[in-house]
């Protein structure tokens, strides 16, 4: 049988893209492999919204030609952003790339895997790649990696569904309209029946995903609200999550929508970018602080306990001081209970990327500034849980601790806890009694099982309002 590897960088956008490109290998009767070493076709699912991202993928298939040079006959796959990108450029920075499919051609990528699963059935790659000799072991571990689309008995339990892809808004520093596409709304009829699938196959939770989610329309006059109120009527939902809105679509219908969606996750997550109006003016972002913030108090407001998330950009060019001292404020104001920080990445094609770029060492010393403000937010948000049980679905093993598990309460906070007894997916919902919380996290002792998210249980925590902790310096 013919294997598949898969590695991921970016955005959960990717993430759904992957497990379609596994589940189409599946069906065209690959295995999904966990080591690139033992797989016929290695896939890697690029990223560029940030340099980084993007170095570290030509970084990776640099990384991969030693697996190439062992065994020509693997074959090499990028797929995703960079490759749509640098289609072009590829051909010459990686030669050894064998085939490179944009971000609309994940069917073709998928009708290539069927055509090559019949030249590679015969093909046992770990007898042949790694007979023995000095070195095999050595390359095996210098691989390293994670693996995506790989199957256990947690994995069916959050779903994600596509319902939306490309962005039309065009914000000075993103490169995503330009590699994506612009919007590009899947048909309401599609979404239903893949949502009904996953949910048949044992979904507790789905995971409606889209570059500006909320901007969802359908042909017929739906907006996204309809259609979270149509998944929601949907036998065997248990919650409801998105990712990832733009506050300019959160129109007053569509947050009454959302606030009768039972299932729905008391998490929001509204990307801010910047407090500064000029800036947020700079960034093409459609709004302004009093407008965003608007937003956020409806959101809140409306859906009982919500936590706001947020992305924000530090070093944005024509950053001021005042500029950066108008997001920090507004971040110390409590509004956000987690918040994904970056420094700016200049991305070439976008206009920001011909702007005067801000000195490194400026950006990095208000980075920290941003970080260590949220971190004491998001800290003092996870203590607040401390003495209470609280309902997550599990995720898996712990990463770090295989005598642990990890799993995610509704508003999206990993939990830490030691593995019971009856450890297993058949009762997905544990009770955790939270004992400590921290920057990533909190940490617990499992105290019950539920088959169901409504099952009864322990009572809900209290609903945590940020503006009325009494913050401390973080712990270091």
């Keep these: 049988m013919p294997s598949i590897y898969i590695e991921t960088f970016g955005c959960q956008m990717n993430e759904a893209d992957s497990r379609y490109i596994a589940e189409r290998a599946l069906d065209a009767g690959y295995s999904v492999a966990r080591a690139a070493e033992d797989a016929n076709v290695v896939v890697l699912n690029t990223c560029t919204v940030r340099d980084s991202a993007e170095r570290r993928a030509y970084g990776r298939m640099n990384h991969f030609?030693?697996?190439?040079?062992?065994?020509?006959?693997?074959?090499?796959?990028?797929?995703?952003?960079?490759?749509?990108?640098?289609?072009?450029?590829?051909?010459?920075?990686?030669?050894?790339?064998?085939?490179?499919?944009?971000?609309?051609?994940?069917?073709?990528?998928?009708?290539?895997?069927?055509?090559?699963?019949?030249?590679?059935?015969?093909?046992?790659?770990?007898?042949?790649?790694?007979?023995?000799?000095?070195?095999?072991?050595?390359?095996?571990?210098?691989?390293?990696?994670?693996?995506?689309?790989?199957?256990?008995?947690?994995?069916?339990?959050?779903a994600f569904v596509t319902v939306q892809r490309g962005c039309s808004y065009y914000c000075s520093f993103c490169i995503v309209p330009h590699v994506r596409g612009r919007f590009d709304h899947r048909p309401r009829t599609e979404i239903l029946a893949e949502t009904a699938k996953r949910l048949a196959s044992g979904a507790r939770e789905i995971v409606l995903v889209g570059q500006t989610v909320n901007a969802w329309r359908d042909a017929g006059g739906a907006d996204f609200g309809d259609l979270c109120r149509d998944v929601a009527?949907?036998?065997?939902?248990?919650?409801?999550?998105?990712?990832?809105?733009?506050?300019?679509?959160?129109?007053?219908?569509?947050?009454?929508?959302?606030?009768?969606?039972?299932?729905?996750?008391?998490?929001?997550?509204?990307?801010?970018?910047?407090?500064?109006?000029?800036?947020?003016?700079?960034?093409?972002?459609?709004?302004?602080?009093?407008?965003?913030?608007?937003?956020?108090?409806?959101?809140?407001?409306?859906?009982?306990?919500?936590?706001?998330?947020?992305?924000?950009?530090?070093?944005?060019?024509?950053?001021?001081?005042?500029?950066?001292?108008?997001?920090?404020?507004?971040?110390?104001?409590?509004?956000?209970?987690?918040?994904?920080?970056?420094?700016?990445?200049?991305?070439?094609?976008?206009?920001?990327?011909?702007?005067?770029?801000?000195?490194?060492?400026?950006?990095?010393?208000?980075?920290?500034?941003?970080?260590?403000?949220q971190n004491r937010i998001t800290r003092a948000y996870h203590e607040r849980k401390v003495g209470s049980v609280v309902r997550a679905l599990i995720a898996g093993d712990s990463k770090k601790d295989a005598s642990k598990l990890t799993a995610k309460t509704p508003d999206n906070v990993t939990i830490v806890a030691p593995k019971p007894q009856d450890y297993g997916a058949a009762s997905p919902w544990l009770d955790i009694a939270i004992e400590s919380g921290h920057v990533w996290g909190c940490a617990g002792t499992v105290v019950g099982r539920a088959s169901r998210y409504m099952d009864p249980g322990p009572a809900p925590a209290n609903v945590i309002d940020l503006t009325a902790l009494q913050l401390q310096p973080l712990r270091r």
Excluded at 118 to 141: C, H, I, S
Excluded at 292 to 321: M, N, Q, W, Y
Aim: net charge negative; with cysteine.
């Design 233 to 373: 009527r949907l036998p065997g939902l248990e919650r409801l999550a998105f990712i990832s809105p733009h506050p300019k679509d959160f129109t007053p219908k569509i947050v009454d929508d959302l606030a009768g969606v039972a299932q729905l996750n008391p998490r929001i997550h509204l990307p801010l970018q910047s407090a500064s109006d000029s800036l947020l003016r700079r960034m093409n972002r459609k709004y302004t602080l009093a407008g965003f913030d608007e937003k956020a108090r409806t959101l809140r407001s409306r859906i009982p306990g919500c936590a706001i998330t947020t992305d924000i950009i530090v070093g944005f060019p024509g950053e001021t001081e005042d500029d950066f001292e108008a997001t920090l404020d507004y971040v110390r104001s409590g509004v956000f209970a987690n918040a994904f920080t970056f420094i700016y990445s200049s991305r070439r094609g976008t206009p920001a990327a011909r702007w005067e770029q801000l000195p490194k060492d400026v950006v990095f010393a208000r980075f920290e500034r941003l970080v260590e403000a």
């Design 65 to 158: 030609n030693a697996l190439k040079r062992r065994d020509p006959s693997l074959r090499l796959v990028v797929t995703g952003c960079l490759a749509e990108q640098d289609r072009d450029r590829m051909q010459t920075l990686a030669p050894h790339v064998d085939a490179v499919f944009g971000t609309r051609e994940l069917v073709r990528l998928g009708d290539q895997l069927a055509a090559w699963s019949l030249d590679d059935a015969q093909d046992e790659v770990g007898a042949k790649r790694f007979a023995d000799d000095n070195g095999a072991e050595m390359l095996r571990f210098a691989m390293g990696g994670t693996a995506d689309g790989v199957t256990d008995e947690f994995s069916h339990l959050r």
